[in-house]
């Protein structure tokens, strides 16, 4: 097992449960616009990458797509603060992740602010030392600029990095930038959906991100596999 010393995370379906508010924030779109409407399947299949790309996927006219995204996000940030919440155990693994002198970092598709407020919601707004948003790149995930960005501003190498996500984008993206990647399976992807794209690692648990990461505090029992 490699030694990290920088573990990124991915935040929707990561560290936060959100999926449910992002499905709904779709459907709010379809419905306002007089779009044909998709299933719960067809919307979390993109999940992990940014509206105007799943947009693009509709139509490639960009005034359409700004409507559509000013739609979107005036209902998720109307809801947000009520509807969005830290998946179980996520908050306190990041801080012993921290705390153990890991460095740490967001990489997420949703655009910075967006992200900003769902950390502070959950109370993680002082913790991550780089945050990488869709705004921030020119190539969003699956590529691999965005992990390569936030190991640029962290100044810390590929090889001992770890990438922590819960879709195939993130794994992906991960793999691309020359990263670990550990896919987890308490966000809306299960174990099936991820061998597709065969992570280094599965986590089922916050607790056996943070023992392989080597911060656990306490001893446990590890049950991961590569």
């Known amino acids: 097992m490699p030694h990290f010393q920088t573990v990124l995370f991915d935040l929707d379906g990561t560290l936060i449960d959100s999926v449910d508010l992002i499905v709904d924030s779709y ?7 007089g779009l044909s409407p998709r299933s719960r399947d067809d919307i979390l299949a993109g999940m ?3 509206l105007r ?5 509709i139509t490639d006219d960009t005034g ?12 998720n940030l109307t809801h947000h603060d009520a509807r969005v919440r830290a998946y179980p155990g996520t908050v306190d ?21 967006g992200a900003a407020r769902g950390l502070a919601l959950v109370g993680l707004g002082d913790t991550m030392e780089v ?4 705004d921030d790149v020119v190539n969003p995930k699956p590529h691999p600029e965005p992990v390569e960005r936030a190991l640029n501003q962290l100044g810390m190498p590929a090889e001992t990095c770890l990438f922590v996500g819960d879709s195939h984008h ?3 993206c991960g793999r691309s930038a020359g990263v670990w990647t550990a896919g987890v399976t308490w966000g809306p992807f299960d174990r099936r959906h991820l061998e597709m794209v065969v992570p280094d690692y599965y986590c089922d648990t916050p607790e056996e991100l943070v023992q392989l990461t080597g911060a656990a505090s306490r001893p446990g029992e590890l049950r991961l596999e590569a």
């Open 53 to 57: 790309v799943v947009f693009g996927t």
């Open 170 to 172: 993130d794994i992906h």
């Open 27 to 33: 459907h709010h779109v379809y419905q306002v616009h």
């Open 131 to 134: 945050i990488v948003g869709a």
């Open 48 to 50: 992990g990458t940014p």
């Open 64 to 75: 359409e797509i700004d409507a559509w995204i000013a739609t979107y996000r005036a209902y």
């Open 93 to 113: 693994m990041v801080n012993r992740i921290k705390a153990a002198g890991h460095r740490v970092g967001l990489v997420t598709s949703k655009n910075r602010l």
